[in-house]
């Protein structure tokens, strides 16, 4: 006899339906699980034997053999283990076919039949609902994710018994619907095994600093307004000590808050990396600082079955790379792609997984390997050739992607130690955000997606043409610098960005002098 039972999967960060069909022939006792599984799916023989025998069922002694369809995709994870033992008590004659006719199952199984939370379950229920899904049961601590997925009915549910109990009788377990909550913060403990720490804010514990706290750096924060409201990459350069760490996490306390696309996306690549906080709504901007030592794959991406990486933990938000010249040239090559199209495709073993990648890049580095070239009070003890090797770490066409350079220079005593009254917060310079983010929205026809950063070529073309003055200027300094195609644009997108923050209509020259002298080239020399 044969059971089959309705279940999910998900590839990148796209859910697809998955059936689990269960055979219990007769034979040598055996149990094969098919369908490129992995070795947690394999192991789910040992969890689903245990967790049959504890909940009051006989396991068959016999040959049984599960199919995981479509085959031709590799599966991973715990998550079929539930849907595989109802198979196996559907096919074996303990349970009627009835009971799991429209219904769909996820699960992981503990040896004493408790259900365990998985990753994945929000792309999951939305595939199923998208199939015409109107059930689906999920572990207690899953079903407020599952729950963000409208027109889908959730039961919970804490055991294989509370299961069984609840197909047999319509009582569901835990408590069947949860009403979504929204989380202020980023991605946190998920999954409610506490063992997992949430890394949406990883290496920025606590709320960002606001600007107030930074004495002095003017053209520091000027930069980071430029690069919050239009969606800007951002690279600063400076001594040891001088604040750009802080300037750093600052830029993410002045971005608007996500909207219901963004947050939903966000949300779904927390959901699928198992860093997502109690099924909750994530509303706040994700904020990443990852080690210099991070490989390729743990920037971009990767794995057998490609899961996302710090680029797109980083979507819709900030990626902040902390001694930016240390970081593995590979590393830092791989995003040059990123930063281009806002999305990674990953290709592992002739499976294709695309994930979003549209973030925000802030680096910070010195400007030579003691940390004083240019600095006026100090001396510098690297050599030319030192210089040269160490500002070499970062690729011309890296470089050529970021669109705001600024020199963080060291403050005198007095700077330091002076009153900050007059100093703007984070909450003013984000409502002049907001009103630059709207009015971008508004000439881009409300797409959200769509900011001054992520322009195209045709796009810079139509709003971003600059007045006679400003293309006089423009062309000057294009031949001057040696700027390529890209920078040339590059300068004309900052530069729309602080007309929108002026309410200009037309790009001027003084626009284009603020978006020239952002572009670096007297910093980097």
């Not at 031709?72 to 033992?85: H, S, T």
């Not at 004659?93 to 769909?104: D, R, S, V, Y």
């Not at 919970?156 to 069984?164: E, N, R």
Request: some cysteine; charged content about 20%; overall charge neutral.
């Amino acid at each position: 006899m044969v059971g089959c039972v309705q279940s999910a999967a998900v590839l990148g960060i796209d859910g697809y339906p998955l059936r689990v069909e269960v055979d219990v022939s007769n034979g040598l006792p055996a149990f094969e699980i098919v369908g490129l599984p992995d070795a947690a799916v394999r192991e789910a023989r040992e969890r689903v034997r245990s967790a049959i025998r504890n909940s009051g069922y006989e396991f068959p002694n016999r040959r049984i053999t599960v199919n995981l369809s479509p085959a031709r995709v590799r599966k991973e994870g715990p998550a079929y283990d539930l849907p595989i033992a109802l198979g196996v008590l559907v096919a074996s004659g303990q349970l009627g076919p009835q009971l799991c006719e429209g219904i769909a199952f996820l699960g992981e199984l503990s040896l004493d039949a408790r259900l365990r939370p998985v990753t994945g379950v929000l792309p999951a229920a939305a595939a199923l609902r998208r199939c015409g899904c109107r059930t689906l049961v999920v572990p207690a601590d899953n079903a407020r994710e599952a729950e963000l997925v409208t027109d889908l009915t959730v039961r919970a549910a804490d055991s294989l018994t509370a299961v069984i109990a609840g197909m047999a009788s319509g009582e569901w377990g835990a408590g069947g619907r949860c009403a979504p909550r929204e989380s202020s913060g980023g991605t946190g403990t998920g999954g409610g095994d506490g063992q997992r720490r949430g890394l949406g804010e990883v290496g920025a514990p606590g709320d960002p600093p606001d600007l107030a706290e930074i004495r002095g750096q003017t053209a520091a924060k000027r930069a980071l307004e430029i690069a919050a409201a239009g969606g800007h990459h951002l690279l600063f350069i400076g001594p040891p000590g001088t604040g750009k760490t802080m300037l750093a996490r600052a830029l993410a306390g002045i971005l608007p808050p996500l909207t219901d696309r963004e947050a939903l996306e966000v949300t779904t690549i927390a959901s699928v990396a198992g860093l997502l906080c109690d099924g909750a709504l994530i509303r706040r901007r994700p904020f990443r600082a990852p080690h210099h030592t991070a490989s390729p794959t743990a920037l971009v991406g990767g794995g057998r079955v490609p899961q996302p990486g710090e680029i797109s933990l980083a979507h819709c938000g900030v990626l902040f790379l902390d001694e930016l010249p240390e970081f593995r040239r590979d590393s830092l090559e791989a995003l040059r792609q990123p930063l281009e199209s806002g999305q990674v495709t990953i290709l592992r073993g002739g499976v294709s997984a695309t994930f979003p990648a549209r973030f925000a890049l802030v680096g910070a580095m010195n400007p030579c390997q003691c940390g004083h070239r240019g600095e006026p009070d100090a001396v510098c003890t690297c050599t030319p050739a030192q210089v040269q090797h160490y500002l070499a770490k970062l690729s011309g066409p890296l470089l050529d992607r970021i669109d705001l350079v600024v020199h963080v220079g060291r403050m005198s005593y007095e700077e330091l130690t002076a009153a900050a009254a007059g100093a703007e917060s984070s909450s003013a310079v984000a409502a002049r955000v907001a009103a630059c983010r709207a009015v971008q929205h508004d000439r881009l026809d409300g797409s959200p997606w769509l900011v001054n950063a992520a322009l195209p070529g045709p796009l810079v073309r139509q709003f971003c043409a600059p007045d006679r003055d400003g293309a006089r200027l423009l062309g000057a300094a294009f031949e001057r610098l040696r700027l390529s195609n890209r920078a040339h644009d590059r300068i004309l997108r900052v530069a729309r960005t602080i007309a929108d923050l002026e309410g200009a209509a037309l790009v001027g020259a003084p626009h284009i002098a603020e978006a020239i002298q952002f572009c670096g080239a007297e910093v980097l020399g």
